[in-house]
């Protein structure tokens, strides 16, 4: 069996960058070198043939004895000339002769097959100017002729020595490249690897954040970037910082969904309770009545059933009053329930407290309001609701005595609503529980004996209410001094304008 192929290394970011930035460098480099040489080569290549030039105005100086018939390696012995020279002279019909000057300054005659060569490189020409030939065993000349006469005379100068330097500095600069590119490679591969080290946090911390479980149970989220690599002056800090309010913000909604599952446990829990006891209240009554009416039909055995069933229908309309509270709770919840109209809140509370008056006898009821009208947009029932339920909430939490003052005001774009009281207050334990479902103060705040127990929904309602017209409701207490405050958006009140305007469902 032949083995699987083996997996090719994915080309990471970091891989990409090193090899795009080698590689660009590299060429850049390249062609630079290139340039260099070329032009380097141009001008060596220039002041060559500016040296044979001058060599070849010297020869105008050796006719005298080109006429003696001396030979050219005669005739450089004599010239002053430095290494690598070259003088060729052909007089027809005499032969041809050649010589160089080696590095030494030593003058040596050019063999017969070294004088054809350059006899073939001059004519290939087609003139005798300045051009390149190649000689065996001793290099390349940049040479140049004149003719004078049956004579021709060539000199040149050897390029040994800018090819030489050509060389050399080919060399160093391909050195110097292969040098720079391995320096920079790792350079590059340093910087990016540091750069992106906070990249690799961020994919570390969102890998450990992906394996918490976040389903259920009470859930934190303790992982989150390093500041050193959440810096948002830059692009990949941006990023970690980002990853971290997101984090954040996730752990925010867990808790606030944790919170939410415990409410609503503890919800189910109280009304399965609330509706517990009624529900045992009318099986009681119905047994006690069925007993009750098969017996004969004595007085005694009458007045039983008929308050047995009166019980009965007592606790139906509390199971039916609590069951009508969860049912607006949850249309509140979800915006529904509320139909708009004009609304005068002043009006509103003259009515409240007037209805109060008579439930609670034995408190004081003040109210406090202007003779201004103070409109709203809103749902005149369900205010009044409001109203009704802190006023209650007021006499049956407070001892008998208590004075309750109701206000109405505007503070600037605001309607207020306070009703306070000077009972005993609200016990701080309660917190922010109080305006919670099935809350209940009756430990904190003394209740009037005899009082019938609430469902403690009233403030719930109140405070859905209250937030489904996009106001607040709040409460601060001590001994002595306890106010609810309902603040809700006011609109200016026109002349004409009356409390049958004609309203609007949010249905």
Excluded: C
């Amino acid at each position: 069996m032949t083995s699987p192929p083996a997996a090719r290394r994915p080309w990471t970011l970091q891989r990409k960058l090193i090899v795009t930035v080698v590689g660009i460098t590299s060429l850049i480099m390249v062609l630079v070198g290139v340039a260099i040489s070329v032009i380097l080569g141009t001008v060596l290549e220039s002041q060559l043939t500016a040296q044979v030039d001058s060599l070849r105005s010297r020869t105008e100086s050796i006719r005298p004895l080109i006429a003696q018939g001396q030979s050219a390696e005669a005739i450089l012995q004599e010239l002053p000339v430095g290494p690598g020279t070259l003088l060729a002279i052909e007089t027809v019909p005499a032969e041809p002769t050649a010589a160089v000057t080696d590095a030494q300054g030593e003058v040596v005659a050019l063999t017969a097959a070294q004088i054809d060569q350059l006899a073939v490189g001059l004519t290939q020409d087609g003139s005798p100017e300045s051009l390149v030939v190649d000689l065996d065993d001793l290099g390349t000349y940049r040479v140049a002729g004149y003719q004078s006469g049956p004579t021709v005379v060539v000199a040149g100068v050897s390029r040994a020595e800018l090819v030489t330097t050509t060389g050399q500095m080919l060399i160093t600069i391909g050195l110097l490249t292969a040098g720079g590119l391995l320096l920079l490679a790792a350079a590059t591969a340093w910087t990016i690897r540091a750069g992106l080290a906070p990249l690799r946090a961020i994919a570390d911390t969102a890998t450990r954040v992906s394996r918490l479980p976040l389903d259920q149970g009470e859930v934190s989220i303790p992982e989150r970037v390093s500041p050193r690599q959440a810096d948002p002056r830059t692009e990949v800090g941006r990023v970690g910082e980002a990853l971290n309010t997101l984090l954040d913000h996730v752990g925010t909604s867990l808790s606030a969904r944790q919170r939410n599952e415990e409410r609503m446990r503890a919800f189910v829990a109280d009304a399965s309770h609330e509706l517990r006891t009624p529900l045992a209240s009318i099986r009681g009554y119905s047994e006690l009545s069925l007993r009750a009416l098969g017996r004969d039909h004595e007085p005694q055995t009458v007045e039983t059933a008929e308050a047995s069933l009166e019980r009965i229908q007592a606790q139906s309309l509390r199971m039916t009053r609590l069951v009508e509270d969860l049912l607006l709770l949850a249309r509140l919840d979800e915006g529904k329930e509320l139909v708009y109209g004009s609304v005068d809140l002043t009006r509103l509370a003259v009515e409240a407290v007037g209805d109060a008056r008579p439930a609670g006898p034995d408190h004081k009821w003040v109210l406090d309001v202007t003779d201004e009208p103070v409109l709203i947009a809103g749902d005149a029932g369900r205010l009044h609701q409001v109203a009704a339920n802190l006023l209650a909430n007021a006499r049956a939490h407070t001892p008998e005595g208590t004075t309750v003052t109701v206000t109405v005001a505007r503070e600037e774009d605001r309607a207020v609503l306070r009703v306070h009281d000077d009972g005993p207050g609200i016990d701080p334990a309660l917190g922010g529980e109080l305006f919670g479902r099935f809350s209940r103060a009756d430990g904190s705040r003394a209740r009037k004996t005899g009082a019938t127990g609430g469902s403690g929904l009233g403030l719930s309602i109140a405070r859905a209410i209250v937030d489904a017209h996009g106001g607040t409701i709040t409460a601060r207490s001590t001994p002595g001094d306890t106010t609810f405050e309902v603040r809700l958006p006011a609109r200016p009140a026109a002349p004409d304008e009356t409390a049958a305007t004609e309203s609007v469902s949010t249905r």
